[in-house]
C-alpha cells in the first residue's frame, strides 16, 4: 500500500471519530460498530460494498464459532499478513481469547494508535496498549484497487 493511500485510509478513519456506537449500524455521525465503520471507510474509498453481512447478534462470535469476521476480511482485503507487518492503514481484527473467533475491527493509525467503535460510546483513536496488542487476531492491508 503506497504511504498517500495509506493516509486517505487514516483520514478517512478519523473523519468517523465521534460517530456514535450503534450496533449494525454504518452512517458517518449517525451511528456504526466497528464492523459498520471499516464498511463505511470501504465505501468512502472504493464505492459500494463487495457484501452486505448478515444480521447479527452482539454475542455472534461466541454462539456459531465461526471466524466470519477473518473469512470476510480475507476475501475483500486479501492474505493475512503478521503483526510484525502492520502499518498504518492497515485493518486490525482482535479477538478476546486467543481460542475465539475475531469479533472487533480497527484501521491502525499509527505505530502505537488505532481508531475503532468503541462500544457504549463512539469512533475513537485508542492507544495500542499491551492488552489490546495481545488480542490482535489479523492484520489486512486495506486494498488500493478492488
Known amino acids: 500500500m503506497s504511504s498517500a493511500f495509506a493516509d486517505r485510509v487514516i483520514e478517512t478513519a478519523r473523519s468517523w471519530i465521534g460517530t456514535p456506537y450503534r450496533h449494525q449500524a454504518s452512517l458517518k455521525g449517525v ?51 503478521s503483526a510484525a507487518e502492520m502499518r498504518p492503514g492497515d ?13 472487533h475491527a480497527g484501521i491502525l493509525s499509527a505505530s502505537d494508535r488505532f481508531i475503532h467503535a468503541y462500544e457504549q460510546a463512539a469512533v475513537i483513536e485508542s492507544a495500542l496498549v499491551p492488552s489490546w496488542r495481545r488480542r490482535i487476531a489479523g492484520v489486512f492491508r486495506f486494498p488500493e484497487k478492488v
Not at 34 to 49: F, K, P, Q
Not at 59 to 72: C, I, K, P, V
Not at 91 to 103: G, V, Y
Request: charged share 30%.
Open 31 to 81: 451511528g456504526c460498530d466497528c464492523l459498520g465503520l471499516v464498511r463505511g471507510i470501504w465505501r468512502e474509498i472504493h464505492g459500494a460494498e463487495p457484501e452486505t453481512p448478515p444480521a447479527y447478534q452482539p454475542d455472534w462470535a461466541e454462539r456459531s464459532g465461526e471466524d466470519r469476521l477473518r473469512d470476510a476480511a480475507r476475501r475483500h482485503f486479501g492474505a493475512e499478513l
Open 91 to 103: 485493518l486490525l481484527l482482535f479477538c478476546w481469547r486467543p481460542e475465539l473467533p475475531a469479533k
